[in-house]
């Protein structure tokens, strides 16, 4: 079975600071993982996925994930905050090769202070 | 490309009244999700799709909750009769890939934001 667990459910940084979201996942079959961005009032937007190439994740909007197998992590970052960053983010795991049926967390609301 | 569409954006019914949403998914995606999306939760999935027929239907409480994908396409998702606890956003999305094929990426629709008087 497949569970996300994001440690924090608010997170508020200033503008041009640096953004660590933190998603730790568990999982019985290699996983993939994601990261959504889910703005007010609106779907959910893909930010970045991993799938098993590169343990480093490059997404939009500057954003970027690592995976990291023996910390069972998938830590959302960005270099600097913009007022636009502003959002819920959910990780979410599927299991490789069987279904793909996300498992979502229950989300970090980002605050960006001027 | 035009992205996933849903309706309607709001609805507001009392309960133990019936209601249904619409979802018409990006053009040649093969597989639709249904999810429902709790005040503060992860959207959590009540109804795969691949083409016409049900692929994961485990979480959809079939005694009230009913959905359909007519000719392999569009969607509807009904609840009858409604209960409190259905207030939540539903949200479709819909992916190219088939069942298994996990890496492809899941569209999401602006969704539909469900109040229960």
């Known amino acids: 079975a497949q569970s996300v667990t994001q440690l924090g459910s608010h997170v508020s940084v200033s503008e041009g600071a640096l953004v660590l979201l933190r998603c730790n996942y568990s999982s019985s079959v290699p996983p993939y993982l994601f990261w959504y961005v889910q703005y007010p009032n609106q779907g959910l937007q893909l930010l970045l996925k991993?799938?098993?190439?590169?343990?480093l994740v490059k997404g939009i909007n500057g954003f970027e994930a690592e995976f990291k197998k023996s910390e069972t992590s998938f830590h959302l970052t960005k270099p600097s905050a913009h007022m636009s960053d502003a959002a819920e983010y959910f990780c979410a795991v599927s299991a490789r090769y069987n279904t793909d049926k996300l498992i979502f967390g229950t989300g970090t609301r980002l605050q960006v202070f001027p | 490309e035009a992205g996933v569409a849903q309706s309607p954006r709001y609805k507001i019914i009392e309960k133990r009244q019936s209601v249904a949403f619409w979802c018409n998914p990006i053009?040649?995606?093969?597989?639709l999700y249904w999810y429902q999306q709790i005040l503060g939760q992860g959207p959590k999935l009540l109804i795969q799709?691949?083409?016409?027929?049900?692929?994961?239907d485990s979480q959809l409480p079939k005694d009230r909750f009913s959905a359909e994908r007519l000719k392999g396409v569009d969607s509807t998702l009904k609840i009858q009769p409604a209960k409190l606890e259905d207030s939540a956003v539903y949200l479709c999305a819909s992916s190219l890939g088939v069942t298994g094929t996990s890496n492809q990426p899941q569209h999401f629709g602006d969704g539909t934001r469900l109040s229960i008087l």
């Open positions: 053009s040649g995606h093969a597989t």
């Open positions: 991993y799938t098993s190439a590169a343990t």
């Open positions: 799709f691949q083409n016409n027929g049900v692929v994961d």
